[in-house]
């Protein structure tokens, strides 16, 4: 078993910076690849990046890629997500996955609750 807690959400204004962390515990981190989700109110939930056991290699959907940065410390068991130049369309509940066996998709067995990210017009 893995536990995720996610942190750093909050309300900013548009323009405005956040970084979210995701702290695991209960298996080896390293072990695991890692991504990051969001669900909008009415919407499907989606990836929004991901990160492999290294972190060597990274995913960034279109609609983040060039604002948004996901790193990892395996060291601290724990995987961030840098959003810059947040936008109105970035607000949604945020939440990091993990997979063991390949990239992390929304049949992942790991999962974060979640912390909300609001962004103000």
């Known amino acids: 078993q893995v536990q995720l807690v996610e942190s750093g959400g909050g309300v900013v204004q548009a323009g405005g910076s956040l970084r979210l962390s995701c702290v695991a515990s209960g298996r080896t981190f390293s072990r695991f690849n890692m991504g990051w989700f969001r669900q909008a109110p009415g919407k499907e939930r989606e990836v929004v990046a991901r990160i492999n056991r290294n972190g060597v290699s990274t995913y960034y959907a279109a609609s983040v890629k060039g604002r948004f940065t996901s790193s990892r410390d395996n060291a601290k068991n724990t995987v961030y997500l840098q959003m810059n130049i947040l936008k109105p369309e970035d607000t949604a509940v945020y939440y990091c996955?993990?997979?063991?066996?390949?990239?992390?998709?929304?049949?992942?067995?790991?999962w974060g609750q979640g912390t909300q990210v609001t962004v103000s017009s």
């Open positions: 996955a993990a997979d063991e066996s390949g990239i992390t998709t929304l049949k992942s067995d790991y």
